[in-house]
């Protein structure tokens, strides 16, 4: 029996769907693999890498993101950063994950995909075996770069296309609009791959209509500038489109003025299949059970829209249905339990 509405947050059990694991790098991770491989890196303590942690846009935090990812060089570093991550995930009441890795930031400093691969899927088989957690895991292509290089990047992945749920479309979105990868989306379509992009992050309805359009895609990352589009919301809405939405990224990149005026509960109102995620929680301070928590105060949700969120992101995983619907059933075991 619990009461308290954080408690029935930490225990619901949950999906997250929008991760992106070089995000959740914390800063003492950080500097135990700078130690461990002689990187050098530019702050004295993990005091001073938080601090630096104050963004005004996307690109403000994607330079820092990516510098950060400078430390990871071996497969045990990937799979000690995915293990980190699944441990809090697991205390946090996730029960499934679908998390992006971003292939090229490795690749370009001359780590083979490979290491990222394995030490990733290493580390997603020890959070099963250790948590009961499940794990799909989604190749996000860097939309700075070219096609080319997102085609290099699918080539790569070849050797472990069957542990590869899907392909994603990531970094700076503005002046990269999704057209730009619809060949390469193409192909990971006949690959048998899903698909998902980041759109409407801090880009335009029409990067969101060129995502569907153009992209194909099963999920809408982020999505949250489709609301000023009354028509793509209609769209968006009938069509059953998950949109994994992430509260504390939205304001500490300042897409969203703060926790309060979030648009997550008009988001459900609408009739949006909306989710709730962390994005990069070592960046955005908070893990998935931070972001529940910080809109379930913030807009004043309750019981019912919290599950309404939790049941979403089943709903919206790229599981098997037989496997959506146990886990379905274990909300409602948890809600009549805690009733
Ligand atoms: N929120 C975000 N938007 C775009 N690319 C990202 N890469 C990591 N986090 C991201
Ligand atoms: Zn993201």
Not at 75 to 97: I, K, N, P, Q, S
Not at 224 to 246: F, K, Y
Not at 270 to 289: E, H, M
Request: overall charge negative; glycine content about 8%; hydrophobic content about 40%.
């Amino acid at each position: 029996m619990s009461d308290d509405l954080d408690g029935f947050i930490a225990g619901l059990p949950k999906a997250e769907l929008h991760l992106h694991i070089e995000g959740s790098l914390e800063p003492e991770l950080m500097f135990a693999l700078a130690s461990r491989n002689g990187v050098e890196i530019p702050f004295k303590s993990v005091e001073e890498v938080r601090a630096a942690y104050e963004f005004s846009n996307l690109q403000d935090f994607l330079d820092i993101y990516y510098a950060g990812a400078n430390v990871l060089r071996t497969e045990e570093d990937f799979r000690d950063l995915a293990v980190a991550y699944f441990d809090r995930a697991a205390a946090d009441g996730v029960t499934h994950a679908e998390i992006f890795f971003d292939p090229q930031t490795h690749t370009h400093r001359g780590i083979p995909f490979g290491v990222a691969a394995n030490g990733l899927l290493a580390g997603m088989a020890e959070a099963e075996a250790k948590h009961g957690l499940t794990s799909k895991l989604i190749l996000c292509f860097l939309r700075h770069l070219d096609e080319d290089d997102a085609f290099r990047t699918l080539t790569q992945a070849q050797p472990w296309i069957d542990r590869i749920a899907g392909v994603g479309l990531d970094s700076s979105e503005v002046g990269h609009p999704p057209s730009k990868f619809q060949r390469v989306f193409d192909a990971a379509g006949a690959m048998g791959l899903k698909r998902v992009a980041h759109a409407g992050e801090e880009g335009p309805p029409e990067y969101v209509r060129e995502a569907l359009d153009l992209l194909h895609i099963d999920r809408l990352d982020h999505g949250n500038r489709s609301l000023e589009d009354p028509q793509l919301v209609t769209r968006l809405a009938r069509g059953g489109m998950t949109l994994t939405v992430c509260p504390l990224s939205n304001v500490k990149l300042c897409n969203v003025a703060s926790i309060d005026v979030h648009p997550i509960d008009r988001m459900l109102k609408l009739g949006l299949r909306a989710t709730v995620n962390s994005d990069d929680p070592a960046y955005f301070g908070g893990y998935i059970g931070d972001n529940y928590r910080a809109v379930a105060r913030g807009r004043g949700l309750g019981r019912d829209a919290i599950v309404t969120l939790a049941r979403n992101s089943f709903l919206g995983s790229f599981l098997a249905d037989d496997a959506v619907a146990a886990h379905l059933d274990r909300i409602d075991t948890y809600c009549a339990e805690a009733r």
